[in-house]
């Protein structure tokens, strides 16, 4: 993406992150009350972090992506700014080491959504490795996003976005929430919250228990 994209242009847009930011923040509202340092993995247009940071202003949210994704989040955060929005750091789960914010504490949440299902197996795998040793304890893990639940689709509608995800990349689809779970408690953190959101999906909320 053009990093000197004219001003007249329109920002970057994903309805998706239209349609789903509302019932997300109900849920972090309360999970992230006690936080004040918070990571957004994959923060992709740059939609969610506008609509959350001035929600929740106790906390600084930091952004990151892939460096490709940097323009697009930087438009939005230029369009609607707000004191405690970072910019995007570059992170990349296949390689990165876990990201620090200059000058601040860290982090002690970390927020994604649909992150799972777009990145390979092992990259989930390293995401909750990461996590798990970098979060304190107490702090807060939440991902937003579908899950099949006993090894089945919830709806047909995920059936088929299963289906147009591995004919895209055969390493995604969608996870089952079980081994999600199952990880997320190698990794010392507890599930504390698996709430529906709109289309099928779902917010799950992970509270790190024990130090690794």
Same mark, same amino acid.
């Given at each position: 993406?053009?990093?000197? !994209?004219p001003?007249? #242009?329109? *920002?970057? /847009? ?6 789903? #930011? ?5 849920? &972090? ?17 740059g939609?969610?972090s %506008? ?6 202003? #106790? ?11 940097? =323009?697009?989040?930087? $438009?939005?955060?230029?369009?609607? @700014?707000? =004191?405690? *929005? ?10 990165? @080491?876990? =990201? ?8 002690? $949440? %970390?927020?994604?959504? +649909?992150i799972?299902?777009? %990145?390979?197996?092992? &990259?989930?795998?390293?995401? /909750? ?5 970098h *979060?304190?304890?107490?702090g807060? /893990? ?5 899950? +099949?639940y ?9 059936r088929?976005?299963?289906?147009w995800? !591995?004919?895209r ?6 996870r ?6 199952? *990880?997320?408690a ?9 709430e529906a959101?709109?289309?099928? +999906? !779902? ?10």
């Amino acid at each position: 993406m053009n990093a000197t !994209r004219p001003p007249s #242009q329109p *920002l970057p /847009f994903s309805q998706a992150c239209e349609n789903n #930011q509302a019932a997300i923040f109900a849920i &972090l509202k309360t999970a992230l009350q006690a936080s004040r340092h918070v990571l957004e993995i994959g923060s992709g247009t740059g939609q969610h972090s %506008v609509y959350f940071a001035p929600r929740l202003p #106790q906390l600084i949210w930091q952004t990151s992506d892939l460096s490709d994704n940097h =323009p697009s989040i930087v $438009a939005w955060h230029t369009a609607h @700014p707000a =004191p405690n *929005l970072r910019a995007p750091l570059a992170f990349d789960l296949s390689s990165s @080491p876990w =990201p620090a914010s200059a000058n601040q504490p860290g982090f002690d $949440a %970390v927020f994604t959504s +649909n992150i799972c299902h777009i %990145v390979a197996w092992p &990259l989930v795998q390293r995401m /909750f490795e990461m996590v798990g040793a970098h *979060l304190p304890e107490g702090g807060i /893990f939440a991902i937003y996003g579908p899950f +099949n639940y006993g090894g089945r689709f919830t709806s047909d509608s995920n059936r088929a976005f299963d289906a147009w995800l !591995r004919l895209r990349d055969a390493q995604s689809g969608l996870r089952d929430f079980e081994n999600v779970v199952a *990880l997320a408690a190698q990794h010392g953190m507890q599930l504390q919250i698996d709430e529906a959101m709109p289309a099928n +999906n !779902r917010t799950l909320v992970f509270r790190k228990t024990q130090q690794q």
